[in-house]
């Protein structure tokens, strides 16, 4: 997991994964407001994302997921959002399993995790197989705008 402010990316270039940088940069010239929910390409299937409107959720409502082939880079634009995160848990077994045809499995919650709040401004970089819980309720479940960049794992080098 990588945890990181929009605005810092050009300073820590050498320190984040290019493909990051480059998702980050082409969102920047994008006024993700204005923009029609629905999937735009970066660098074809290998590199896109996601604009999203969707109703935050409660812990009972929500379910930790992992993808195999792609990382997530989790970027709440119109209100703040927890996360949930565990590391890697090759014991824990799916209890949903659509990681051929989507690239997405479900799990029961996991053994050590932890909540985080991210602010628009920042984002989170959930790699392959990390367990995470997006789309959390801080206070109140409201609607929010996100943007989640879908990274395939070639491009990071794994």
Do not use: W
């Amino acid at each position: 997991m990588i945890l990181a402010q929009i605005a810092d990316v050009a300073a820590q270039r050498a320190v984040l994964p290019g493909a990051v940088v480059r998702a980050i940069e082409a969102l920047q010239k994008v006024d993700l407001f204005k923009i029609a929910a629905g999937r735009y390409e970066i660098e074809g299937d290998k590199l896109f994302y996601l604009v999203q409107d969707v109703e935050l959720r409660t812990f009972a409502e929500s379910r930790s997921e992992a993808h195999h082939r792609y990382a997530d880079i989790q970027i709440p634009c119109s209100t703040s959002e927890r996360y949930g995160f565990a590391m890697t848990q090759p014991k824990l077994a799916p209890i949903e399993d659509s990681l051929e045809a989507k690239d997405l499995a479900f799990f029961p919650t996991p053994a050590n995790e932890i909540f985080m709040d991210l602010a628009p401004g920042s984002f989170a970089v959930f790699l392959p197989r990390e367990l995470h819980r997006p789309c959390l309720a801080i206070k109140d479940k409201t609607m929010i705008r996100k943007v989640v960049v879908k990274v395939h794992e070639s491009l990071l080098g794994l």
